[in-house]
């Protein structure tokens, strides 16, 4: 099994609920209250594990699958074509009765590609997207009020579809931690203060049972599918992901480069 040692990015302890900016904050606001802290793991490359790790047991997996975008920095182009693909995949991968997906992220370690395209970098801070709260909270908000108590009765898992724009991945590659490996109590509950809206995810405190995964070399064909939230208490319910630098990659390598799609499985049976 093949492992490479990474610095990942965790939250300290504190004791006010930590607040992260998505824009540039007020004046005299840091975009991130509360400090990290930095902890040296070993990663452990799932291209060489013994078994494939799967949503329900680890809370990730990867597939390999095609998308006929053309250009992932064409938001128009990734609406109308990627979206219907992502829909598909995570329908038939979890067999769920619908899929919603409702946005994404394109992300590149570039500053002059970022300022170029509008786009956001690479998140080198462990955390997971959704929250006990934030998770029923955006099925309310994405649905209306009837279609939201229907779905809601039944199970509904968040997942995010990451792939590479660019290939194969060299530089700030995603690690995500085996959920078997992590407690309720290191999922730190935090403000997610975008301009319109605050939303909820959760920042993750260090402990050494954290079992962290990543794979070498993603390339554009292959997708990794995270889970960010399972209202079934008895499954991998999160998948804490962060970025890292491999100490191996070439100082040469191109920037990362990196759509995720998020969505929604919902398994409640089609309103009759
Ligand atoms: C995600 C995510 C960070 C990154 O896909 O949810 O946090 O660096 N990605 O790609
Ligand atoms: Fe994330």
């Not at 579809?161 to 085996?178: H, K, N, Y």
């Not at 995964?213 to 998948?239: G, H, N, Q």
């Amino acid at each position: 099994m093949d492992q490479v040692q990474g610095v990942l990015n965790y939250l300290d302890e504190m004791s006010e609920k930590p607040v992260t900016y998505t824009y540039e904050p007020p004046p005299g606001t840091s975009p991130r209250t509360g400090r990290t802290v930095k902890h040296e793991v070993p990663i452990i490359d799932g291209r060489t594990a013994a078994h494939q790790p799967s949503l329900d047991v680890e809370g990730f997996m990867l597939t390999r699958h095609q998308s006929a975008v053309a250009n992932f920095y064409d938001d128009g182009e990734v609406k109308r074509v990627y979206y219907p693909e992502m829909e598909r995949l995570v329908r038939e991968i979890l067999g769920a009765t619908r899929v919603l997906v409702f946005d994404h992220n394109v992300r590149n370690g570039s500053k002059e590609a970022r300022a170029r395209y509008g786009v956001r970098e690479p998140v080198r801070f462990a955390h997971n997207d959704y929250t006990l709260k934030s998770g029923p909270l955006r099925v309310r908000e994405l649905c209306d009020d009837a279609e939201a108590e229907h779905l809601l009765r039944h199970r509904y898992v968040f997942i995010n579809v990451w792939r590479p724009v660019r290939g194969p991945v060299e530089q700030s590659p995603l690690a995500v931690c085996d959920a078997r490996t992590m407690r309720q109590s290191d999922f730190i509950a935090t403000d997610l203060v975008y301009r319109d809206r605050t939303g909820e995810v959760y920042s993750v405190r260090y402990n050494p049972q954290h079992r962290w995964y990543y794979f070498s070399r993603m390339r554009p064909d292959e997708v990794l599918l995270l889970k960010c939230y399972d209202s079934d208490p008895d499954r991998a319910r999160y998948t804490a992901h962060s970025a890292f630098e491999d100490p191996a990659t070439p100082p040469d390598a191109a920037p990362r480069e990196s759509i995720e799609a998020r969505t929604i499985a919902f398994f409640a049976p089609a309103a009759s």
